[in-house]
């Protein structure tokens, strides 16, 4: 029988005519594992960077419990929403990226990271820990794919093989691991700052250049007992750098990203401000109850994997509205060219440049 792929949804993450819950890069990703998956054990299959559940439910069998590791929130969702739709549920266990994920795999699944710091966590942590026979299926559109990735691939694997291309995609089949390693975040200084990112993280161990004129716009006089959100955290800079200007405030960071969640922890705990910087993983700030934040600072993504809307941002402008106090504010950077400044106003409240430069501008919006 074969498997319902247009039943499968996006949802909980951006819906739109033109993005799309399944690709040919999956469909590709599932017909050369085919066999391999055909002749494995349930515990012999790891499905790594799956975007809303294909590779999972395609591959599990009744009684089956897959190991999967998504980084998005977004994706861990619409992956259980997905299992509950098509009566799939319990077929698969959402795991973090760490040995026990790869421990004794057989047969990977692997939808190809951009980031290739990403690749190369990955990479590694399944040649330490896989079984020795391991073969890695990873997958892409070739547009978002380089020969680099493949260098990447032969760092840790004797023998890399690449797969013929249909319709724009193609899947690179890794085997024979060696010198395998468990990720660790990349660390620079950044001024008096140090920053840590593992691989896939925005901007890495470095300060983007929109986060860099954000900083340099935020005000300096902050209540000591304000809530401060650093939303959508990234490397954790922002809400670190607070909270070092501020040695009195408690600040709550978040996004949607594990592998910045953990990367944002370790920047915090470099930086001696670890007990009053707390991190946690979420689709904007659903663990927050409404108006309880002072100030919010957002440099938002406009990125859905490799698409980009701008319905990103203006849910995380409608969060941040809630989650405002009343006479709150919310600081933004974002790419002129966005024009971000209505959607604020409307979402947000009255709204007013702070800053303006050849690329980006910050702006205030203040709750009703």
């Known amino acids: 029988m074969d498997f319902p792929f247009d039943a499968l949804r996006r949802w909980p993450d951006v819906e739109a005519p033109d993005l799309v819950a399944v690709d040919a890069a999956d469909r590709l990703l599932l017909d050369v594992s085919h066999e391999a998956r055909r002749d494995a054990a349930p515990d012999d299959v790891v499905v790594i960077g799956d975007a809303f559940g294909a590779l999972t439910l395609a591959s599990a069998q009744p009684g089956w419990s897959l190991r999967v590791h998504q980084d998005s929130l977004l994706g861990e969702r619409a992956l259980v929403a997905n299992a509950e739709a098509l009566e799939m549920s319990g077929v698969f266990r959402s795991l973090p990226l760490s040995a026990e994920l790869v421990r004794d795999a057989r047969v990977v699944l692997l939808r190809l990271p951009r980031s290739l ?59 024979e691991p060696h010198d395998g390693r468990d990720p660790e975040p990349k660390r620079a200084r950044v001024g008096d700052l140090e920053v840590c990112a593992f691989g896939g993280v925005f901007a890495g161990a470095s300060l983007d250049i929109g986060t860099r004129f954000l900083l340099e716009n935020l005000p300096n006089e902050i209540p000591d007992d304000a809530l401060v959100v650093d939303l959508a955290c990234g490397n954790g800079v922002v809400g670190v750098t607070i909270a070092r200007r501020h040695p009195r405030l408690r600040v709550h960071a978040s996004d949607v990203s594990a592998a910045a969640v953990a990367s944002a922890r370790v920047t915090a705990a470099a930086n001696g401000v670890a007990d009053r910087v707390e991190v946690v993983q979420d689709a904007g700030l659903s663990s927050l109850p409404d108006g309880v934040a002072d100030l919010i600072a957002l440099n938002p993504p406009f990125h859905t994997g490799a698409a980009v809307h ?20 919310l600081w933004t950077v974002w790419n002129s060219h966005l024009r971000h400044r209505s959607a604020l106003d409307r979402l947000v409240g009255p709204t007013r440049q702070v800053a303006r430069n050849a690329k980006f501008t910050v702006t205030v919006s203040r709750s009703d």
């Open 310 to 329: 701008e319905r990103l941002a203006h849910g995380l402008f409608a969060d941040a509205a809630r989650v405002l106090a009343p006479g709150g504010e």
């Open 117 to 175: 710091d990403a690749l190369d966590d990955i990479a590694g942590l399944i040649a330490r820990h896989a079984g020795p026979d391991v073969r890695v299926f990873a997958g892409g559109r070739i547009k978002h794919m380089t020969l680099a990735m493949n260098d990447v691939l032969r760092r840790y694997f004797g023998r890399v093989d690449v797969s013929p291309a249909r319709q724009k995609s193609r899947v690179l089949i890794a085997a």
